[in-house]
T-cell receptor, first 110, second 115 residues
Framework: AQRVTQPEKLLSVFKGAPVELKCNYSYSGSPELFWYVQYSRQRLQLLLRHISRESIKGFTADLNKGETSFHLKKPFAQEEDSAMYYCAQNYTGANSKLTFGKGITLSVRP | GAGVSQTPSNKVTEKGKYVELRCDPISGHTALYWYRQSLGQGPEFLIYFQGTGAADDSGLPNDRFFAVRPEGSVSTLKIQRTERGDSAVYLC?????????????FGPGTRLTVT
């Protein structure tokens, strides 16, 4: 079965500090990896996906197949980054159902 | 444009009762997904539809749960004989197409509390 692990529940940093949110996935064929974000009182939304290799709001994530990891990084955190972050995986070539990790709360203090 | 909408936003029911949760996907989206999010957990897949048919219902926990999408648009998740363990936020998502990657757009969720 697919499994996505986010080992930490909470990360609290000061504004301007670097951020790394960890995610490990269970290897199964050719997975697609995503990061979803939920800001306070808003709905869950896609932040980025590994295939697009883009930077969104200063965040990047690199797929490391050797370590089966997809950590989310940002060099300088902003207060508006405070939110709940979920790592998710799906199978390529199959249906698009997502398997989510438990999520991590990022708190950026002024 | 309008996003995915879900009604009701909150539902409190007594153990043993029947509930229906509604999802209105984004117009034109052919794929529709239901997820359940329990406290402290990430969303867990329940079922998805391609058009009117349930293409994968492997995430439904038991036969008390059932979902329909009769006209390929609005979907209803139905829970019979509710139990306290069914308390969770039920999320609906829709996407423009099925297969490959099509971004899933999530609704605000329905918070179900079974007392």
């Amino acid at each position: 079965a697919q499994r996505v692990t986010q080992p930490e529940k909470l990360l609290s940093v000061f504004k301007g500090a670097p951020v790394e949110l960890k995610c490990n996935y269970s290897y199964s064929g050719s997975p697609e990896l995503f990061w979803y974000v939920q800001y306070s009182r808003q709905r869950l939304q896609l932040l980025l996906r590994h295939i697009s290799r883009e930077s969104i709001k200063g965040f990047t994530a690199d797929l490391n197949k050797g370590e089966t990891s997809f950590h989310l990084k940002k060099p300088f955190a902003q207060e508006e980054d405070s939110a709940m972050y979920y790592c998710a995986q799906n199978y390529t070539g199959a249906n698009s159902k997502l398997t989510f990790g438990k999520g991590i709360t990022l708190s950026v203090r002024p | 444009g309008a996003g995915v909408s879900q009604t009701p936003s909150n539902k409190v029911t007594e153990k043993g009762k029947y509930v229906e949760l509604r999802c209105d996907p984004i117009s034109g989206h052919t794929a529709l997904y239901w997820y359940r999010q329990s406290l402290g957990q990430g969303p867990e897949f329940l079922i998805y539809f391609q058009g009117t048919g349930a293409a994968d219902d492997s995430g439904l926990p038991n036969d008390r749960f059932f979902a329909v999408r009769p006209e390929g648009s609005v979907s209803t998740l139905k829970i019979q004989r509710t139990e306290r363990g069914d308390s969770a936020v039920y999320l609906c998502a829709s996407s423009l197409k099925f297969g490959g990657f099509a971004e899933q757009y999530f609704g605000p969720g329905t918070r179900l509390t079974v007392t």
